[in-house]
């Protein structure tokens, strides 16, 4: 499979080949839901989630798990490190270094994507060394720009849209919120014996909770009912950042629609293993049951051979459909 992908983007260079297989294992080795929708991508688009996943997950790895005795500065000296292999990456200034580097360098090359995503995202990334909560909602949506809004902009040019970029770029950025959001409301606990409360306190505080209540649930695996009301307004905030991202779905390119789709209920769908838990993520993990997640892959795979259906047929009528670019194009857009 991992042959057939690279073969179909036009990957030849042994070492370049090398370390597009080192993302495509990293994507699926920790991102279960992610791959198995990037699976319903055409094979030469796969390569490139997988480049995009794969630095991501680098990086975010440097932060949370290099190891219970590397210090905050050590950690901060590796991103510093992984910064600079970026920054000569991108501008071919030299060799890159870590292959997820050199991956995204020729993913980011191929398709045009905008140097300020990573630019933002490491940034994010870095604030993790030394902040540890956020005092309002605002203040958090201002990490999740670099941290999870880049991510859908990183994409975008990937998936291709049958409208203007620009269009559909807020939906995009909405989507990787509502994804980073899920996984904060999911990783409540672990997340708390790392230190950190990505939940915004003005949000926590307006139900009675504070840090120590969340330990001393943390700790004696007991409920509270304030905690239980405040997860359940982070619930609330979430599906509505995933209404706001759903317009985007229409916008882009035919044939990668079942890929996000697939990946919009799953994700969604977390929250509704949580609900069904009774908001006990401070206690175990919640997980989407690997019937739904069969369920909802097989929906995307018969939505994939419609598509690819279609596409052939506008193509043997000599009318394909044409996914925008950029901001220049100018096609019929989806409804």
Known sequence: ?????????????????????????????????????????????????????????????????????????????????LEEQLRRALS?????????????????????????????????????????????????????????AVIGLQMLPVLGTVTARSRAAPHAAALGVAFQLTNFLRDVGEDL?????????????????????????RRTGRHDPRITAALRAADDLTRAVYREAAPGLAMLDPVSRPCIRTAYVLYRGILDAIADGGYAVLHRRAVVRRRRRATVAADGLVRVLSA????????????????????????????
């Open 308 to 335: 690819r259906l279609r596409a052939r047929g506008g193509a043997a009528r000599g009318t394909p459909p044409v996914p925008c670019r950029n901001d220049a194009c100018s096609v019929k857009e989806a409804g």
């Open 193 to 217: 014996d790392r230190g950190r409360i990505y939940l915004p306190a003005d949000l926590l505080a307006a139900h009675g909770v504070q840090r120590d209540l969340l330990l001393w649930s």
């Open 92 to 148: 071919d200034a030299g060799p890159a270094g870590e292959p997820v580097v050199v991956a995204l360098a020729d993913t980011a090359a191929r398709y045009a994507i905008d140097p300020a995503h990573f630019t933002d995202f490491m940034a994010s990334m870095r604030s993790d060394l030394t902040v540890t909560d956020y005092a309002t909602y605002d203040d958090l949506r201002a990490y999740m720009h670099g941290s999870a």
């Open 1 to 81: 499979m991992t042959r057939r992908e690279l073969d179909a983007a036009g990957i030849t260079d042994p070492a370049l080949r090398a370390a597009y297989t080192r993302c495509r294992l990293l994507n699926a080795r920790h991102g279960r839901t992610y791959f198995l929708a990037t699976r319903l991508l055409p094979a030469d688009r796969r390569p490139a989630v997988h480049a995009l996943y794969g630095f991501a997950r680098w990086a975010d790895d440097i932060v949370d798990d290099m190891g219970a005795r590397a210090t905050t500065a050590e950690r901060a000296a590796t991103l510093t490190r």
